[in-house]
């Protein structure tokens, strides 16, 4: 029988069997997690020492391409993983979400790092601010790699996806990882982990597996060190309040229960179609994964008047439900994860009954051979007449196919209603009206991770409730753990450390790698339009020549660009306004900024893609005379090739625009693609 191995140190250790794992569909014992206690302190110093040099010989650009590769090597060899992953009771459907759902979030990652990180190992957060009246200190912040070891501690309901949206941010931050999978399901990130190690593409000591024990692993932690976790909140503050996690103030991120929401508005009628996607929702979520989502929709509330119609047309829905073995032909819902989770499901569901009313649930048995050993249940669906005085389903989570109907009979109330759940990591709120939404979401944003605003239109290309995006924020308050993970970069920044930096601006320039406005600056005979993306230099910079602007510039721009807005043609209106004369367009100081910097023959810069931070400062009145600073202040090696294959590299260049006095008029930042001198070998490319 299979021994499920960890992977720990850069081997595959466990040949003594320990407990048994079973399939959710039949309770047959598909392997053993292994008796073998692994010396934590060797692991974790491991994968701060090899796992976090690797890491640190990439910069964010090859770690961005690695995930890239990554997730399309997964795709390739995904179907062993659909095979496993009916073990754990899910069918096609469900396993796309753990699977798919996770090499998804690798490509997102992958493209993030790659449009929104620099090259190098540090991030300069935001811009540098002048401290002084002659800007000769400084200040701003950067970000680094902790040089630390993420641990993440995971639950059963998604054992790829759980793990891969965890590992994506905290591999792009350059942290190497060690993952702590639900025993349950642990069989399935096993054999994704042996994937993703088969492939070649990760760097030594950047992921590490525990199947079994953590054993004394939060002990051998240090101050630069992060735990995650996601599971009940009770084992939440359990291992949040670990002596050495307090002690020595190891930050932990929790995504705990979830008592999540759906709220009808009460301009929904029953004619509108707002009605049945209220409803198609509430099923989707009570029957997809069997309930089995921290997202899943565990209180339905709604109008008093609209209760009745909204059980029988549920009911009806559950009624089509057939579940049992994923393989059997028709089955729309499959097992829970295991046998333990069903007895825990069962017991929940014996709490909600002591305050709610069951209105829904099938006897039927499920489908397939040696399904009555499996860990099968049918959906459940309650009502709670006094949701305000008297009712479980606030405190209780059953994590299954089970949910609570709750009537309200004002919005004060429904809003009310829903604050009882403590925090959560999702509502659906339901409305075509405008201002019901602008009056409600707000007030549930203070306890709410998420919120999904459902309507007609959203509709068409909703992603849904229960759906967790790279770019948004995964987490909630209170009960739901008071975590936060995904919401794009930002989960990366998570795994890094913040740090104020002060001085000249020549000084931040060289820590932060970019061009501060203040430091000193390159001037050459060159033109930096002339120059490779190899051979461009940090703070290389162009003074340019002058040109006044004059009356019959205005004219023409306006009657090409058909801009003839009154403070560019109307004198009178003009004289009368706050600038006191009519002054130019921003655009076209833009424009004639370009004619003064720009070289025009061919040349290494290949294409101006794009504008940052523009700001048109100061006026720029007729007869002003104006002149540009072009400066080197940022390059990114994406590893990127153009369509005759030819390698390119992103330069952001630094532009300000001044008068004759020097006042500054214009600011902005320019985006160019920049040709190289040869192709650089990077074995990620």
Known sequence: MKIFQSFLNGQWIGEEKKSALKSAINGDVIGYTHAEKPDFSKVTQYARKEGQSALMHMDFQQRATCLRNLAKYLLEHKESLYQLSRETGATRGDSWIDIEGGFGTLFAYASMGRNQLPSGNLIHQGSAMPLGKNNNFAGTHILVPKGG????INAFNFPIWGMLEKFAPCFLAGMPCIVKPASATSYLTEAAVRLMNDSG??????LQLIIGSTGDLLGQLIEQDVVTFTGSAQTARLLKNH???????????????????AILAPDISREDSEFDLFVREVFKEMTTKVGQKCTAIRRIIVPREAMPLLIDKLSEKLAKVSYGDPDCEGVRMG??????????????????????ELVYSQDTKPQGIGCQKGAFISPHLFVNHQPLINCAAHDVEAFGPVATIMPYDSIDDALSIAALGKGSLVTTLCTKDPMIAAKMIPSLAALHGRLHILDAQASLESTGHGSPLPFLKHGGPGRAGGGEELAGINAVYHYMQKAAIQGSPTMLSAVTGEYVRGAEVIETDVHPFRRSFESI??????????????????VNFGSLSGDHFYMHFDDIAAKESQFGERIAHGY?????????????????????????????????PIGTTIRARLTCKRKIDQGKESKDGKPQGVVVWDVQVTDQNDVLVASYDILTLVAKDGVKENSLQ
């Not at 070891?149 to 993440?152: D, I, L, P, S, T």
């Not at 097992?335 to 709610?356: G, N, R, W």
């Not at 003074?543 to 510039?553: C, F, N, Q």
């Not at 424009?591 to 700001?615: C, E, I, Q, T, W």
Request: proline fraction near 5%.
């Open 335 to 356: 097992a829970l994860a295991s046998i333990e989770q069903l007895e825990d499901v069962k017991a929940k569901i014996a709490e909600l009954s002591e305050t709610s």
């Open 201 to 206: 593409l990760l760097p030594e000591g950047s």
């Open 537 to 554: 230099q940090i703070g290389e910079s162009l003074l340019t020549h002058r040109r006044t602007i004059t009356e019959a510039d205005i």
């Open 149 to 152: 070891v993420a641990v993440h």
């Open 588 to 620: 076209f100081v833009l424009s004639a900024a370009a004619g003064l910097f720009v070289d025009p023959g061919v040349g290494p810069v290949l294409a101006n893609y794009g504008l940052d931070n523009l700001r048109f400062i100061e006026p720029v």
């Open 243 to 261: 002596e050495n996690i307090v002690k020595r103030s190891i930050p932990f991120n929790a995504e705990a229960d979830s008592l999540n929401a």
